[in-house]
């Protein structure tokens, strides 16, 4: 039976059982240029089966299809976000109170403080990620003191990009910090007259301070844990999220952080399409980790749903360097010889890599390992491999990426971190990170992603409005026109280039016969919206492999149920994720339209009064301004 009413659509003859869904009356932009519109389409057995007008695809209704009425809306590919950490993020997005898109650090306080009184004892309230000063009105950070008055019996460790972290009192002594604990390696624990630690904790320039003393915090169980990263792959169908690439990081260990998406894979649950990498944990023991896993499986192992992409976005600890802004760009010490040892491992093996690289400098050190790996036949050799960031990557390591056969994946770290980027570095310098015009003239294959969630936010339209318009969350803006990206070439970043990424470009990516049925009705055109209303589009349908799997307005109660939230104080289950706010434009619009109800309501009273004999039939206020009596 269709899903929606639809006026004249009726199963065709002989049709028997027709599509699984088919969607109707869209404007479909299907990313493929050999045919770049459609206004319907059908799907079978998680694919798509016929694309083109409404009449042609009528054709496939059959009597079990599912029809949907776009209703006239926008519908694109599914978006594939390449640097994502989707598996970290969905064990403890129920925990987290997220800041994403609150607009003032007076809500953001809010929040926090309502939160304290769900919270029970022992747990924390953590903040982590998807937020920057520059969002808030205020423009500021909150204050250790703004914490304890919010919260002060609860810990509370609020994240604040790679720089800094806020603790409360009652968060300093949960975390064991005292006058004397000594400052780690890397980082700085700010302490008052008297050397007690303060709250703050300073990246300098390593966030190890800042992501170890998250770790103290209470974690979840396995139940919950299923739970939590449902939740948090709903939140990223929510806006028009069908793919990701996990880039591990810290504190993601396999196989046990790892369970919970495999379990999830294997019950036919997931969401959002997966492909993950490995990345070795313990310094001192990277050899020995990716010596074990090349050894038992491959790039590729898996399905559709879940995949290995191979190793990274470390191969060793020593190699990699600090995207701290806010701080001198780090020096490393001596790692060609073990970082040698490990990409050579995996060439052998076919295994493809992922590599954190923020500076040409230290893009230019991989290089040269490359070239010399590249003197004994190993490079390019097919394996999938790229620099993930790239922000000062220069004209010359472009041109030696590309000659190596890599890829580059980058990020809209800038939204958050631009303005610290251009108080170090210069404006100039600022117009440049990354080079996105010239990576794009290099031929080089690019992608596009968040790196969310500890620092950016997971909202896909935040990164899309950074690369189109080329400003920070805080409207500083950062690359002049010239060297923005059109909205056609951000999406294609956004959807097929992810999928390069995976060796996955030719079945998602583009919305085309034979090709995965993964796509999104979106709430505003993406093609037609003013551009500062791009961060504000989210999906009101969702789709992947077929499946609904996200569904709102006039679609909500479409997709498939979701256990509910728990632990039931989740800030989720209060709060929710991102924090939507109405565009700017509908912003404008509703003030236009208050004005116009008042000049209508004016208008009004003076036929009122008129009516009564208490003013002229023409009668006009007259002019406040004398510039404009007569």
């Known amino acids: ?212 003393t998250l770790a103290a915090a209470p974690t979840l169980e396995a139940a919950d844990r299923r739970v939590s990263t449902r939740h948090f792959l709903r939140e990223l169908n929510r806006f028009g999220i069908t793919s990701a690439v996990d880039a591990a990081g810290g504190f993601q260990s396999f196989p046990d952080n790892y369970a919970t998406v495999i379990e999830l894979a294997r019950d036919g649950e997931l969401s959002v399409r997966i492909g993950y990498h490995l990345f070795p944990q313990t310094a001192g023991q990277e050899i020995a980790d990716l010596t074990r896993w090349v050894e038992s499986v491959r790039p590729g192992d898996g399905d559709a749903w879940l995949r290995l992409n191979g190793a990274g976005e470390n191969l060793t600890w020593a190699a990699a360097d600090f995207e701290n802004f806010s701080e001198p760009r780090p020096h490393l010490s001596g790692y060609e010889g073990e970082f040698e040892q490990a990409v050579r491992l995996l060439l052998e093996h076919g295994w493809g890599f992922r590599l954190h690289a923020t500076y040409d400098q230290t893009i230019r050190r991989d290089l040269a390992v490359f070239d010399k790996l590249a003197a004994e036949g190993l490079f390019p050799g097919g394996n999938r491999w790229l620099f993930d960031h790239a922000e000062t990557v220069t004209p010359d390591s472009l041109e030696r990426i590309a000659a190596l056969g890599g890829a580059i994946s980058v990020q809209n770290r800038m939204s958050f971190q631009g303005q610290a980027f251009t108080d170090r570095y210069g404006p100039q310098a600022a117009a440049g990170a990354p080079p996105l015009k010239e990576m794009l003239a290099s031929g080089i294959p690019l992608a596009a992603g968040t790196d969310a969630t500890r620092v950016s936010s997971y909202n896909p339209w935040v990164a899309l409005h950074w690369l189109v318009t080329g400003r920070t969350v805080g409207d500083l803006r950062l690359y002049p026109p010239d060297r923005c990206v059109s909205r056609e070439r951000a999406l294609e970043l956004y959807t097929r280039g992810g999928a390069r990424i995976t060796g996955e470009d030719d079945v998602k990516g583009v919305l085309k016969e034979g090709w995965y049925a993964d796509l999104t009705v979106l709430s505003h055109d993406f093609f037609d919206v003013h551009q500062d209303d791009i961060p504000h589009i989210e999906a009101v349908l969702t789709v992947v492999g077929g499946r609904i799997v996200y569904a709102a307005g006039e679609y909500e109660g479409l997709d498939e149920a979701l256990p509910p939230l728990s632990p039931v104080w989740s800030p989720v289950a209060r709060f929710g994720g991102y924090q939507a706010t109405p565009p700017p434009s509908s912003r404008g619009v509703r003030q236009a339209a208050l004005l116009a109800e008042a000049v209508a309501a004016g208008e009004e009273h003076r036929k009122w009064r008129a009516a009564r004999g208490l003013a002229a039939p023409e009668e006009r206020p007259a002019a406040l301004d004398p510039c404009f009596g007569p």
Not at 18 to 35: F, M, S
Not at 61 to 72: C, M, S, Y
């Open 1 to 212: 039976m269709p899903t929606m009413p639809v006026s004249g659509v009726i199963p065709a003859p002989g049709s028997g059982d027709g599509a699984d869904l088919v969607l109707r009356n869209a404007r479909i932009h299907t990313g493929d240029p050999l045919r770049p519109a459609a206004t319907a389409l059908a799907v079978h057995a998680g694919r798509i089966t016929a694309l083109g007008d409404d009449a042609e695809v009528a054709a496939h209704v059959g009597a079990r299809t599912r029809l949907v009425d776009a209703l006239g809306r926008r519908v694109v590919p599914g978006l594939n976000d390449s640097h994502l950490h989707v598996i970290r993020g969905g064990l403890n997005y129920v925990l987290e109170l997220r800041w994403d898109g609150v607009p003032s650090l007076r809500q953001a306080l809010a929040m926090l403080r309502e939160q304290a009184g769900r919270t029970p004892k022992g747990q924390w309230i953590r903040v982590v990620g998807g937020w920057s000063a520059e969002q808030f009105a205020e423009r500021r950070m909150p204050t250790p003191a703004e914490l304890n008055q919010a919260a002060p019996d609860t810990p509370v460790f609020v994240l604040h990009l790679y720089q800094s972290a806020i603790l409360n009192r009652a968060a300093v002594r949960a975390a064991g910090f005292t006058r004397d604990t000594p400052d780690p390696r890397g980082g700085q624990i700010v302490r008052d007259r008297d050397g007690r630690p303060n709250g703050v904790l300073l990246a300098a320039p390593s966030a190890l301070i800042l992501y170890s």
